[in-house]
Nanobody, 122 residues
Framework: QVQLVESGGGWVQPGGSLRLSCAAS????????MYWVRQAPGKARELVAT???????IHANAVKGRFTISRDNAKNTLYLRMNSLQPEDTAVYYC????????????????WGQGTQVTVSS
């Protein structure tokens, strides 16, 4: 019943931009903290960005100044605007929902999206 459906992934050249979207349903979106998590091949999951139920945001140092997380509660949609993309940003990107703050040492949200591939290469 709960769904997090992602879109917007794809291939882009270094320096390019993408916007990821995550459409949520089956739970009270506005009451949840929302997250973007990524995983590159052979690497651990990495917490990319957080947005609280109240709208406060946190971005990982690796993406700070380049990525922006946002949410539209009226549309039950989470966004990740990614600018100045670099090859090291290549990963599967997941949206996730949790009832509160997530422990980045043990990333276990209440709900996961299916993931969308972002590939940055020449």
């Amino acid at each position: 019943q709960v769904q997090l459906v992602e879109s917007g992934g794809g291939w882009v050249q270094p320096g390019g931009s993408l916007r990821l979207s995550c459409a949520a349903s089956g739970f009270t979106f506005s009451a949840y903290w929302m997250y973007w998590v990524r995983q590159a091949p052979g690497k651990a999951r990495e917490l990319v960005a957080t947005i609280s139920a109240g709208g406060g945001t946190i971005h990982a140092n690796a993406v700070k100044g380049r990525f922006t997380i946002s949410r539209d509660n009226a549309k039950n949609t989470l966004y990740l605007r990614m600018n100045s993309l670099q090859p090291e940003d290549t990963a599967v990107y997941y949206c996730a929902a949790h009832s509160g703050m997530l422990n980045e040492g043990n990333i276990s949200p209440d709900y996961w999206g299916q993931g969308t591939q972002v590939t940055v290469s020449s």
